[in-house]
């Protein structure tokens, strides 16, 4: 199902700050893997794993985010991201930047995404 809403319903604060430029926001929240449990003659049961989550922001090059986040990245201190919907709050806690990627670089500036691993990140819906 899905759901239109309006920019100006969207915010996204990094560390207490509210981001400008903000281009997009992907959590991956850790979801279990289920595999088998090999036996000499075939599966004995259910082995379930969970994966890490993950949070990318995509940026643009001008945002006010960006010397933050290399501050954080080079200091690996952690903080916070908290990304606000009509239907969904996403809270990632203790994160911690994996990389900054800015993009192509040729001769117009590129969006720049940010990947950061939090220790958890918990969704609450609004409505």
Do not use: W
């Amino acid at each position: 199902m899905a759901t239109k809403f309006d920019v100006d319903d969207i915010s996204c604060s990094f560390n207490g700050t509210e981001v400008t430029g903000l281009k997009s926001f992907k959590p991956e929240n850790y979801q279990k893997e289920t595999t088998f449990i090999s036996g000499m003659h075939g599966p004995t049961g259910h082995q379930h794993k969970y994966r890490e989550p993950k949070a990318t922001i995509t940026v643009s090059p001008d945002s006010n985010i960006i010397e933050m986040a290399d501050e954080l990245a080079e200091s690996k201190d952690t903080f916070s991201i908290v990304f606000q919907t009509p239907f969904k709050v996403y809270n990632c806690i203790d994160c911690v930047i994996d990389s900054i990627d800015d993009g192509e670089q040729n001769e117009e500036a590129q969006d720049v995404t940010i990947t950061c691993v939090p220790l958890k990140i918990e969704v609450q819906k609004v409505r």
